[in-house]
């Protein structure tokens, strides 16, 4: 059975995927800081008989991120991480003029720089495994400037950068950011309070990331219509 990393596993979208995942037949390996939550959600992806270990902590914090890929370990090896997890910079959005300094950093180190520390010490098994990926969670707005996006948006795009450049230094793997668009959760309820429009479901999105693990078309940069469709 192949294992995953995924973080930020206790809702939204990483506990969607975790599910599809499991119905896969993947072992898993499930982070994020709310305990309570996360054992939650441990306990819904299980009910696929697969094996699941959720560690609570921080991505940010070097020695969780060496739990999370030794719990890997113990599951047989790192097929797939996925980086998921993701910091606003500020809760609601704010214009740049007003963006504490503060909180781009913090969205920098949750969306960037604790990927690269989760790949690093993941690589190892990743560049043994039989068909070894990595897949960052992305947004659009890494590619287009909308107002009060600009820290978080900033923090995506070089997140899309850093996994063009691991994808070229590690041609014997998969490497895809993808920007899932929007859904219906509580980092975008945080993001933008007044925006009560409905939004899909993070379920919805779901059997695309499946489509991608299974088809694994060349690593590079995805978008939900292409996802679907298998195009770049
Ligand atoms: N929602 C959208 O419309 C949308 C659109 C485009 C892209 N995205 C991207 O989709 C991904 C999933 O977001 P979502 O909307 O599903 O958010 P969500 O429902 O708020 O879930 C975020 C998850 O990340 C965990 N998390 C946050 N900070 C963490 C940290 N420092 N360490 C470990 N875990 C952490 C959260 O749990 P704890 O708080 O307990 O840690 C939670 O499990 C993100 O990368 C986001 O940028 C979302």
Redesign the pocket.
């Known amino acids: 059975m192949p294992v995953a990393i995924i973080?930020?596993?206790?809702?939204?979208?990483?506990?969607?995927l975790a599910q599809g995942l499991a119905a896969r037949g993947w072992n898993l390996v499930l982070?994020?800081?709310?305990p309570d939550?996360?054992a939650e959600?441990a306990v819904l992806v299980s009910a696929h008989a697969t094996r699941v270990t959720a560690l609570?902590?921080?991505?940010?914090d070097p020695a969780?991120r060496a739990e999370l890929v030794a719990a890997a370990w113990r599951l047989g090896g790192v097929d797939l991480v996925v980086?998921?997890?993701?910091?606003?910079g500020a809760e609601p959005l704010v214009r740049l003029e007003e963006l504490p300094l503060e909180g781009l950093r913090r969205a920098l180190?949750?969306?960037l720089v604790?990927a690269l520390g989760l790949v690093q010490e993941a690589l190892p098994m990743l560049r043994t495994a039989e068909a070894g990926a990595v897949l960052?969670?992305?947004?659009?707005?890494a590619a287009e400037a909308y107002p009060a996006w600009g820290g978080?948006g900033a923090s995506?795009a070089a997140l899309d950068q850093l996994a063009a450049v691991l994808a070229v230094e590690e041609p014997g793997l998969r490497v895809w950011a993808v920007?899932?668009?929007?859904?219906?959760?509580?980092?975008?309820a945080?993001?933008v309070p007044d925006d009560d429009g409905p939004?899909p479901d993070?379920a919805g999105v779901v059997p695309a990331f499946v489509r991608l693990l299974d088809e694994r078309p060349a690593s590079g940069r995805y978008g939900p219509p292409a996802l679907l469709e298998g195009e770049r």
């Open positions: 973080t930020g596993a206790s809702k939204g979208l990483g506990r969607a982070d994020a800081r709310g939550r996360l959600a609570p902590g921080d991505v940010t969780h980086h998921n997890a993701s910091a606003l180190e949750v969306n604790a960052v969670v992305s947004s659009d707005a978080y995506k920007d899932p668009g929007d859904m219906e959760t509580d980092l975008y945080a993001a939004r993070p």
